[in-house]
């Protein structure tokens, strides 16, 4: 009986190794039809401290070209990683099209963490669990795959295993406090990632499998991941869903109501500018101590002064803290990614100002208009840059967005001006003429990016440019007030 | 007379502002040139805490439009920055053609500072400073243009701003305990500063200005940085100078005389396999805690079979410290800067492997027999590839080479393969077929760099892989004996 027994297990052992064989040959085969398809997919394995995550992405690797994959572990800089959003490390790592990041624990981790560490409070844990489950709808809805594992192990196992690698010389080092800390407060972990993943079980749903029988999760990890390759290829690229939430909104009004008449004489233009330099200067200084990043957004018509007026913005500024990035067309491993990808990784750290010259609201505008994006595209991100922006100001950011805004006779007049000045030629290009003609287009597109974007915690201020020195008073006034509110503001919200 | 001397003064007052504002101007109407020339500039400003660096700066950039400039401060995440090479957060701040980077405080302040803390010994230090001179000289020979000011003011007058900081309560947060430190120790520094001008005055020369006239060093810096551009602008890109450096070589023999009938039979692969991958695994946990980074080169014929060794080695690493970078064709980002930019970008952590499939020597081979690059430039690049992986075995890396050889026939054999299965047709190109075709002066290419780039601290192997197999455990028995000597030499080496 016994040998029965035995030799039936062996057959189950061999059996198990040739069902992987197969799966990681399937997976070989699988990286081509992802390429061909544009497909980009993540793969997220969480799980308790020596539950295998490691050796399980090992196998998963293990046949893969590594042309076609990403390995990313947690990173420790914890100076680096706290200056920035919570996810900013794991947008960072999405994939391009035709590839796979696979995540050696991730988001959950860094989020159950923190707060079992009481280092974030329960309303920022909250917001923590919101962002994951927008940033993964997000994901799903621009076409990624995504797959989450969550290795699961029991307190006697966890125990046996940290014991062998503690107890022996060359792996004692790999047993952290952190993972005994854990082990100590198993119960407490247990119901705390229990809860992540009934509260992230939306865009994507977890799969929990059991780490103490190691091949078995091997083989199904690829068992899942196969056949989620197989059923998007078939599907075709995910082209996203209407957007659902309704963002509390101010009304803004339409371009064609806005009078742009006002302007300012020289004398007191001078004093002013003077005046609100010297004040931001000095705020500056106060942001800087206190750690509030500052995110301030140009949109406008060509010619409308966006370059001059961010000048006299940035004239005030130490240059040690603040940075202008110019926003061009997308390059090609931006466009492989999600369209907020390159501006996630453009974040200013806490207490810098990053001025955004041209945005992300180009995905309303140019993208839409060129049909650079499909119609769903456009749709869906005002929802998506609402849901980013609200990460901003929820991280402690002051985002402020300006349209800069002149009338088609002034564009025009300038365009002539810098068509006949030869130090300003390179200023105005084909491309210029062409999407002047698109104005009433834009005017349609505009107006609506306006009335859908313009939330309490990010709000547009539309500035009348035909006067570019009334433009940069206004502007000034605007920033100014906001940092004072958020300088008086700092210490209550981060009480709260 | 009083009332004369008085005029006078505002008149040369005057007279200053009216020259700064002009050279302001002609920085502006520069940019255009800049651009157009494809002209890429460092300015690198040093000196004295307190003696008006980030003013400096905010004066250089008051009129220059944003979209062409960026400031870098230091960085002081001494965690990140102490994981990578000395240069590398300069390395990555380089501008692209037609932009201007300037840095507020860069190389010499890191070089100086590390030395009179005690914090590199002496000789790390001269390391540093040639390798200085090695970055400037390679900037410039590609086209770079670069101004180094150095901001002088003396003991009494850094003594006066500091105190005017530090007793004003807003601004009292500026002093660091490192400018009461330098002040203190104002003879030491005033003798390390002048001793690194000395010794960094090759490829570009320093410009010491007068920090405690402010105005004056503003017009002389914009006086310097315009005049250098234009006459960079009228000589047009600076095409490079010949290497003068020999390094010691390593004696290679030409590809011609390698014999490639070595072949392992399938029994003594499968154990050798296992035995290596199994030392490896072992010797990667070592290195990961002494922190010896390494930097695994992968090149070789297409379908000579670099994928596949490639994997065997990843096979028995943990994936959390390891990562394979392939080389594509640079990007627009990428071929506008410095050809080593790239790389310098991707330098693996300390205690990580680093695994590049195509590398750096794409440049004296692709980019040469394409004409990507100038003669100048691939003949120039021999010796800045052997500088730049000086650097890295200075810093501690054990850097490895792998030329993987098969011949002609292999090749058309394997091409003929993959053409004929339709899982590995992916791995056929037109371009495959082309360079085939290149094979006798891709030969010539290949025999000139394993014979100048053979150094001995990073050295070349070439890999017989007819026999695909053999040419694995030769490829594991390198790296193994390597890592093996690094950590044996690793307590030798930091105390030397």
Redesign the interface.
Known sequence: MLKDFEKKKKEDKDALGAQIKELQAKLL?Q??LL?DAGLPVIVLIEGWAAAGK?SL??EL???I???FY??V?PVV?R??EERFPFLNQYYKAIPETGKVT?L?SGWMESAVQKFLRHEITKSEYNHRIRQVNEFERQLKNSGYLMLKVFLHIDKDEQFGRLRALAEAP??E?RVTRDDLWQHKEYKRFRSAYDEFMVKTNEAERWNILDGSRKKTAVRDTLRLLTKMIDHAVEAGKFTGEPYEEKFPLKKMPLLSEVDLSPAIDEDEYRKELKKLQTRLS?LH?IIY?KKIPVILCYEGWDAAGK?GN??RV??SL???GF??R?TASP???EKNRHFLWRFWTRLPKTGHIC?F?RTWYGRVMVERLEGFCSENDWKRAYNEINEFERMLTDWGAVVLKFWIHIDQNTQLARFTDRQNTP?KQ?KITDEDWRNREKWPQYEVAVNEMLQNTCTKNAPWYIIESNDKKYARIKTLKIIVKALEKACDEHFKRIME
């Open positions: 085969s990286q081509q390429r490691g992405i090992k690797i293990s046949e070209d590594p042309r990403n390995v572990s800089i100076e680096s696979f050696d060359e792996t080092w000095e200084n101590r370059g961010i000048r940035t004239y130490d240059p040690r940075d202008v110019p390059l090609p491993h001025i010259d130090e390179w």
